[in-house]
């Protein structure tokens, strides 16, 4: 049976039927809604010769046996935040899955070929993204703390995951699914505009961003806003307010796509008659280069303590979160190009910002390559989200390429 990309279109608009309504995908991970969608994907896959598990993690898998035990995975996850867009996780998934049909067809490859749906990549209901990949990958370290999340509900994650078969003590065990892997391919949305900037249907992703994540607390006094001359005031957030913008330039001299934000201020006492005595900053500086990132860091806070003197209050840096960036693999990135090249003539190399289960897999020592496809207006978790359906019909061909290019890969390794 030849690959029909055609399809892939058809049933993702059949999830989104199934699983969305008028406010977007509701395929938060351990629902029932995300249960159903996963139930609806294995019921379409009945028909194929393969063996079908979910792991300790909660991860489900469809391992199509070859005359070798080296592995190459497909994977990508089912699962949607709140009011979520229909593209982000389950197209790679349902192309995912028309690749191993058309493999299948075929007969009995040279390797054998796994397709994995990842277990809440999102994070939405508990905050800790990348579960189940992060557990297969080795690098769940987290339990102690994962014990501790609770939903808005008052659900613990123990208690969530448990419905759904999953002991959280156990769930490290998955890492023996990544016994053979010998490569993992990935197909994703762009989340992003640079795509379409260039007016490109397909790109290669070089990596994952390094993240460096920090709260920053700047201590001032509290004064009465009414009688307080200016050159007297020690405002906290003056300081806050003068990184928010500096770090702009921070990215910019960085380059290379750097990013830096300023996500929030949290001011106390937090009221109109008062100058601000704390405000509680947060910053995420994102990188694909591991020195330039600590660079960023570097000047950041070197800013920050210029401010707080030039605004007679005090600066404190904490540190909430960091992940070094991820390069994926060159050989599969060089496939990857004239993959894409074959199907859509030109291709692309671009960065990922944000965070996908291929690091988690790439992490774990897997040879690993992501593909972007487009996003219009670059929108995502939005049930804006969306992509033309002739750049979504050309990814799958992609996909299929990449998969076969990388089969003979494994095979002659």
């Not at 979910?54 to 709140?82: C, F, K």
């Not at 201590?219 to 307080?228: K, N, V, Y």
């Not at 330039?249 to 601000?276: K, L, N, Q, Y």
């Not at 005090?314 to 199907?343: H, M, Q």
């Amino acid at each position: 049976m030849a690959l029909d990309p055609s399809r892939v279109v058809s049933r993702l608009r059949e999830l989104r039927s199934l699983t969305g309504d008028e406010k977007g995908e509701q395929r938060v991970a351990w629902t029932e809604t995300w249960a159903k969608g996963r139930d609806w994907l294995a019921a379409s896959l009945t028909d194929l010769p393969l063996d079908v598990e979910r792991d300790q993690a909660g991860n489900d898998w469809y391992t199509l046996r070859g005359t070798s035990e080296r592995a190459v995975l497909i994977g990508g996850h089912m699962d949607s935040v709140p009011n979520g867009g229909w593209l982000d996780g389950c197209l790679n998934v349902l192309a995912g899955a028309e690749v191993l049909r058309r493999i299948a067809e075929e007969g009995t490859p040279s390797v054998t070929v796994r397709l994995v749906d990842w277990a809440d990549e999102e994070g939405a209901r508990f905050g800790r993204s990348l579960f189940g990949s992060s557990a297969a990958a080795g690098s769940m370290v987290d339990q102690d703390d994962l014990r501790k999340l609770v939903d808005r509900d008052g659900v613990t994650l123990p208690d969530a995951v448990g419905a759904y078969g999953v002991d959280l003590d156990r769930a490290v065990d998955a890492h023996s699914q990544l016994e053979h892997a010998a490569a993992y391919l990935e197909l994703h949305i762009e989340q992003g505009p640079v795509l379409e900037s260039l007016d490109l249907p397909l790109g290669v992703v070089l990596g994952t961003f390094g993240v460096e994540r920090w709260r920053i607390t700047w201590t001032g006094q509290a004064a009465h806003a009414g009688s307080t001359p200016m050159d007297r005031r020690r405002d906290a957030l003056a300081g806050a307010a003068k990184l928010a913008l500096a770090i702009r330039d921070v990215a910019r001299e960085a380059g290379d796509g750097a990013v830096c934000t300023s996500g929030g201020v949290v001011c106390r006492p937090g009221i109109v008659t008062s100058v601000v005595e704390t405000a509680e900053q947060l910053l995420d500086q994102r990188h694909l280069d591991p020195g330039k990132l600590a660079s960023m860091l570097s000047r950041a806070q070197e800013l920050s303590r210029g401010f707080a003197e030039e605004e007679q209050v005090d600066v404190d840096w904490e540190k909430i979160w960091s992940i070094e960036p991820i390069l994926f693999d060159e050989t599969l990135i060089g496939y990857a190009d004239d993959a894409i090249r074959e199907v859509a003539g030109t291709s692309h190399r671009l960065p990922s910002g944000p965070l996908h289960d291929a690091a988690e897999v790439s992490r774990a020592g897997v040879p690993t390559v992501m593909l972007f496809v487009q996003s219009l207006r670059g929108l995502s978790h939005t049930k804006l989200e969306d992509t033309k359906p002739e750049h979504l019909e050309l990814s799958v061909a992609a996909l299929d390429r990449l998969a076969t290019k990388t089969i003979d890969w494994v095979a002659t390794r």
